[in-house]
């Protein structure tokens, strides 16, 4: 955490969303973050059309361009350099260097999309990857275990297996399983490190 984290700028990478796509997951990420981040913007970072990008140069380009509090949202593929190959694509990263997070919807995308269903269930596994994302930009880390918040779904910090369900299955199982709401021990964390005021669980 370098900089002042109440401001966030989202960055379209590519063509991936509209810009009102972008300002509904924008307002989702307030809701989730209420009382730390008060403000976002939206910006667009052009990019050529490519299958894949290199997750940790994504974010220093995003770093040195932006400055500050950032997540980058792209639909090419983000690849990094881990010689396994099923971890060396991920849905969403974060540099520990920065207070930069990128999120690919590659992986979360259905099949096809030919409905507003299916386009909902893509902004929907979008959010929940960005929240985890941007968690970490705040200090959160991960649940290697399913935790739960008190509404019943999963913390969006869960992060649990990978290769017990490959990819679409861990994004059916793990980020459709996840839910807006963070868990008490995530909560305790904003509220001490961040100052949040907790929140009623039943609200
Ligand atoms: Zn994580
Ligand atoms: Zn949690």
């Keep these: 955490m370098l900089g002042k984290i109440n401001q966030l700028t989202i960055v379209r990478v590519g063509n991936v969303f509209s810009f009102s796509t972008l300002q509904e997951i924008g307002d989702r990420l307030l809701t989730a973050f209420e009382g730390i981040i008060g403000d976002y913007q939206v910006s667009h970072h052009e990019s050529p059309v490519t299958d894949s990008i290199d997750a940790y140069l994504l974010t220093m380009v995003l770093h040195t361009e932006y400055r500050g509090h950032t997540l980058g949202i792209t639909d090419a593929d983000l690849k990094t350099d881990d010689a396994d190959e099923f971890y060396n694509v991920i849905i969403g990263g974060k540099n520990p260097c920065n207070?930069?997070?990128?999120?690919?919807?590659?992986?979360?995308?259905?099949?096809?999309?030919?409905?507003?269903?299916?386009?909902?269930?893509l902004v929907n596994r979008t959010v929940k990857v960005?929240?985890?994302?941007?968690?970490?930009?705040?200090?959160?880390?991960?649940?290697?275990?399913?935790?739960?918040?008190?509404?019943?779904?999963?913390?969006?910090?869960?992060?649990?297996?990978?290769?017990?369900?490959?990819?679409?299955g861990y994004v059916r199982a793990v980020v459709d399983g996840r839910g807006v709401r963070f868990c008490d021990e995530c909560n305790y964390f904003l509220h001490v490190v961040h100052g949040r005021q907790r929140q009623d669980p039943r609200s």
């Excluded at 995308?109 to 269930?121: G, K």
């Design 130 to 168: 960005s929240l985890h994302e941007v968690g970490h930009n705040l200090g959160l880390t991960d649940h290697g275990t399913y935790t739960f918040a008190a509404d019943g779904a999963l913390c969006p910090m869960s992060k649990g297996e990978y290769n017990k369900f490959g990819y679409s």
């Design 99 to 121: 207070d930069v997070a990128v999120v690919s919807t590659r992986k979360l995308s259905p099949a096809r999309i030919e409905s507003n269903t299916d386009y909902e269930l």
